[in-house]
C-alpha cells in the first residue's frame, strides 16, 4: 500500500482548503447578481470580465479537488450517491439544449447549472470537519446582509431591484441560519458574538417580508395551466432554459400576462425546461438530502475535526470576492467596498468563537445542523409558488447549505477512499481541466465577444460599421440570434426613411436580417411579424399578390406562435382581407375582436381602431350575404 507523506497530505488540505474559499468567495459575490443576470451578463455591466471569471470559479473547484486526489494518490469520496441528480441535470441540461429554439440563450445557462452541480460535488468533497461547515454558513449569513438592508430601505435601487424569487431565497436560507448560528453560540460558554448572527437574521428576515412581491392567484393559475401544456408537449425532453417564455405565448389566454418567463413553481419549472431528467434531478436532490439529514441525527455530536484558523479561510475569501462585489454595486463603487467590509465583518464575527480567538470553532454542530434543514425545506415551500431552482444567484446558497447540512452517521468514515495509480489520476485531472477550457473557449469567450461587439454596435457613427460590428458579432457567436435581429431593426428603420431604390436595398436587407434569426431561433414571433412589415412596405407590395402572400404567410406563422395576440391577428385579418378572401378575413377580423375583449384594459386596441374593424366586418358581411343570396340555390 503506498504511503503518503506529510508534504503530500498538506497539499490535499491546501488544495480542499482552496475549495472552500473560492465556495464562499462565490456566495458573498452571487447575491449582487440582479434580475436575470447570468456568468455572461449583469443588468449595468458593460465589461464582461468579471462575470466570466465567476463563471470559471465554479469548475475551478471540481479542478482543485481533482488536485487534491492526485496529491494524496488517492480518491476520497464522500455522499457519493449525490452524484446521481447532478449527473440528471447534466443529462437534462443538454437534452433540453439540443431540442430548444433558442440554442444560443439554453447553451449559456445549461452550461451555467451544469457548472454549479459540479461544484456542488467538488464541495462535498472537500468539506471535512464541522469548521469548514460553520465557516460556509456564516459566509451564507454574510452574502444576505447587504442585500437584505437594501431590501428594506425603499428608495434603494439596490439588490431589492432583483428578481423577488432571488432575493427571497438568499433571505430565507439566511434567516434559517442565521438563527442556527445564535444557537450554537449560546450553547458555546465563551462566545459573546451571538448577537451579531442575531442582527444579521432579523435584518433579513425584515427584509424577505418586506420585498415578498408574491403573485396575483390568477396570474399563478394561468402561468401552471401553461406550463403544464408545454409539458404535455415537451414532458420528455423540455423546451431548454430561457425557453419557456416563447412556449408560454403558443398556450396563453388572451386575459393572461403577455411576458412570463418561468412557470412560478420548482416542480414544473424544472419539467417544462428540462425535462423528465430535470424534475427528477430536482426530486432527488431534495430526498437524497432529507435521508442524509435524517441518518445524521445520531451522529452529529460526533467530533469531526479542530478548529481552523479563521483569517487563513476568510482572508483570501473577501480578497477574491471583492473585485466582484465592488464592480457588480448597483450603488457606484464605494457603496461596493463598503457592502464588501460589512459582510467580510459579519462572515468573520458569525464563524469566529470569540473575538479573542481568531478560529472558527470545530465543536460538533447541533442546531445549526438543523436549522439548514429548516432552510432547505423553507426553500422548497417558497419555490411552489417564486421558483429560483434555475437561477444561479439563488442555487448556489442552497446547494451550500445542502453540503454544509450532510452528517455521517455516528461510527461510520466520512470518506470512501480508492487508491488509484498516480497516472490515471493525472488523467481524471486532465479530463476536468479540459471540461473547464471547452467551457470558456467555446462557450464564454464566443458569447462574451458577441455582446462586446453588439455593445460596440450601438457606438458606431455609420449605419455601415454597426452592420459590420453586428455581422462580425453574429460569426462570433453562431447560435446567437440577437446581432441578425438588430440588424434587420436597422435596415428596416432606414428604409422608413429612404425612397426609391436606397428603400427597396435598405429593406431588402432588413428581410434578409430576419430571415437569418428566424433559421437560428424558430420560435421567435417578433421577427415574423417585421418580416411582414418589411414586405408590405415596399413600394407596389399592397397591390402586389405575391408580396401579400408570402406576408400572410409569415403573420399565419407568428398567430400559430402566439394565437391569443390581438395585434398580430389583426395584421393577419388586413392582409388577407387585401388578398381577397373575404370569408377568412371575416374570420379573422371577429377573432382578433373576441381575444381584443378579453386582454386587459391596458393592452386593448384604441375605440378609432376598434369601431374601424366594426365597420370592416360589417362591409364583408353584406358583401358575403349578397353573394350568397344571388348564388344558384
Not at 216 to 225: K, Y
Not at 580 to 593: I, K, S
Given at each position: 500500500m503506498t504511503t503518503v507523506s506529510r508534504a503530500d497530505e498538506r497539499l490535499a488540505a491546501f488544495l480542499r482548503g482552496a475549495v472552500l474559499v473560492v465556495a464562499a468567495a462565490l456566495l458573498l459575490i452571487l447575491p449582487e447578481f440582479r434580475a436575470s443576470a447570468s456568468f455572461l451578463g449583469a443588468p449595468g455591466l458593460s465589461n464582461p470580465a468579471t462575470v466570466l471569471v465567476v463563471g470559471l470559479a465554479f469548475w475551478l473547484m471540481p479542478v482543485l479537488v481533482v488536485a487534491s486526489w492526485v496529491a494524496e494518490n488517492r480518491v476520497c469520496l464522500a455522499h457519493g450517491w449525490m452524484a446521481a441528480p447532478v449527473v440528471l441535470w447534466l443529462l437534462g441540461a443538454v437534452v433540453s439544449t439540443a431540442s430548444a429554439s433558442d440554442k444560443s440563450s439554453a447553451l449559456v445557462r445549461a452550461a451555467e447549472m451544469t457548472g454549479l452541480g459540479a461544484a456542488f460535488f467538488a464541495l462535498l468533497q472537500a468539506v471535512r470537519t464541522d469548521a469548514d461547515r460553520r465557516f460556509l454558513l456564516a459566509v451564507v449569513l454574510a452574502s444576505a446582509i447587504v442585500p437584505g438592508t437594501l431590501a428594506i430601505h425603499p428608495g434603494s435601487p439596490g439588490p431589492a431591484a432583483q428578481h423577488p424569487a432571488v432575493l427571497a431565497a438568499v433571505l430565507v436560507l439566511a434567516t434559517c441560519v442565521g438563527a442556527g448560528l445564535v444557537a450554537e453560540k449560546l450553547l458555546e460558554a465563551r462566545s459573546r458574538l451571538a448577537f451579531v448572527p442575531a442582527v444579521a437574521a432579523v435584518t433579513t428576515l425584515t427584509a424577505l417580508v418586506l420585498s415578498w412581491s408574491g403573485w396575483?392567484?390568477?396570474?399563478?393559475?394561468?402561468?401552471?395551466?401553461a406550463a403544464l401544456a408545454v409539458i404535455r408537449d415537451h414532458w420528455a425532453t423540455g423546451v431548454g432554459l430561457e425557453n419557456f417564455g416563447h412556449h408560454y405565448l403558443e398556450h396563453k389566454t388572451a386575459a393572461a400576462p403577455?411576458?412570463?418567463?418561468?412557470?412560478?413553481?420548482?416542480?414544473l419549472s424544472a419539467w417544462s425546461q428540462l425535462g423528465l431528467a430535470g424534475v427528477s434531478a430536482a426530486g432527488g436532490l431534495a430526498v437524497l438530502a432529507a435521508r442524509a439529514g435524517l441518518r445524521g441525527r445520531h451522529g452529529a455530536a460526533t467530533p469531526t475535526g479542530e478548529d481552523r484558523p479563521l483569517l487563513r479561510l476568510l482572508g483570501p475569501t473577501?480578497?477574491?470576492a471583492a473585485p466582484a462585489v465592488i464592480a457588480l454595486s448597483p450603488l457606484g463603487w464605494r457603496a461596493g467596498a463598503v457592502a464588501w467590509g460589512v459582510m467580510a465583518l459579519v462572515a468573520g464575527l458569525a464563524a469566529g468563537?470569540?473575538?479573542?480567538?481568531?478560529?472558527?470553532?470545530?465543536?460538533?454542530?447541533?442546531?445549526?445542523?438543523?436549522?439548514c434543514v429548516a432552510g432547505a425545506a423553507a426553500w422548497l415551500v417558497l419555490a411552489q409558488v417564486e421558483p429560483a431552482l434555475l437561477s444561479a444567484p439563488a442555487s448556489w446558497p442552497l446547494l451550500v447549505v445542502v453540503a454544509a447540512g450532510l452528517s455521517?452517521?455516528?461510527?461510520?468514515?466520512?470518506?470512501?477512499?480508492?487508491?488509484?495509480?498516480?497516472?490515471?489520476?493525472?488523467?481524471?485531472?486532465?479530463?476536468?481541466?479540459?471540461?473547464?477550457f471547452a467551457y470558456a473557449r467555446w462557450l464564454l469567450l464566443p458569447v462574451a465577444r458577441e455582446r462586446a461587439l453588439l455593445a460596440a454596435s450601438a457606438e458606431a457613427e455609420t449605419d455601415l460599421d454597426m452592420d459590420d460590428a453586428l455581422r462580425e458579432a453574429g460569426q462570433a457567436n453562431p447560435l446567437a440570434?440577437?446581432?441578425?435581429?438588430?440588424?434587420?431593426?436597422?435596415?428596416?428603420?432606414?428604409?422608413?426613411?429612404?425612397?426609391?431604390p436606397e428603400q427597396a436595398l435598405a429593406m431588402g436587407k432588413a428581410i434578409r436580417a430576419y430571415g437569418e434569426a428566424m433559421a437560428r431561433h424558430p420560435r421567435l414571433g417578433e421577427a415574423y411579424v417585421r418580416l411582414a412589415e418589411c414586405r408590405l412596405a415596399i413600394a407596389g407590395a399592397l397591390e402586389d399578390p405575391d408580396a401579400l402572400r408570402a406576408a400572410r404567410d409569415a403573420l399565419a406563422h407568428a398567430t400559430e406562435l402566439a394565437p391569443t395576440d390581438p395585434p398580430t391577428r389583426l395584421r393577419l385579418a388586413d392582409v388577407t382581407d387585401r388578398l381577397?378572401?373575404?370569408?377568412?378575413?371575416?374570420?379573422?377580423?371577429?377573432?382578433?375582436?373576441?381575444?381584443?375583449a378579453q386582454a386587459p384594459p391596458q393592452r386593448r386596441l384604441a375605440d378609432e381602431e376598434r369601431q374601424s374593424v366594426e365597420r370592416r366586418i360589417g362591409q364583408l358581411e353584406e358583401s358575403l350575404e349578397g353573394t350568397t343570396g344571388g348564388s344558384p340555390g
Open positions: 396575483a392567484p390568477g396570474d399563478l393559475a394561468e402561468s401552471w395551466r403577455y411576458a412570463v418567463t418561468d412557470p412560478a413553481n420548482l416542480w473577501v480578497l477574491l468563537e470569540n473575538p479573542s480567538r481568531l478560529k472558527v470553532s470545530g465543536r460538533p454542530l447541533r442546531l445549526l445542523r438543523a436549522a455521517r452517521r455516528a461510527g461510520t468514515e466520512p470518506h470512501r477512499s480508492f487508491r488509484v495509480p498516480l497516472w490515471l489520476a493525472f488523467v481524471l485531472m486532465l479530463a476536468v481541466m479540459a471540461g473547464a440570434w440577437e446581432p441578425a435581429y438588430v440588424r434587420g431593426s436597422l435596415w428596416q428603420a432606414r428604409a422608413a426613411e429612404a425612397q426609391g381577397g378572401d373575404d370569408a377568412e378575413a371575416l374570420a379573422e377580423y371577429r377573432r382578433a375582436l373576441q381575444l381584443d
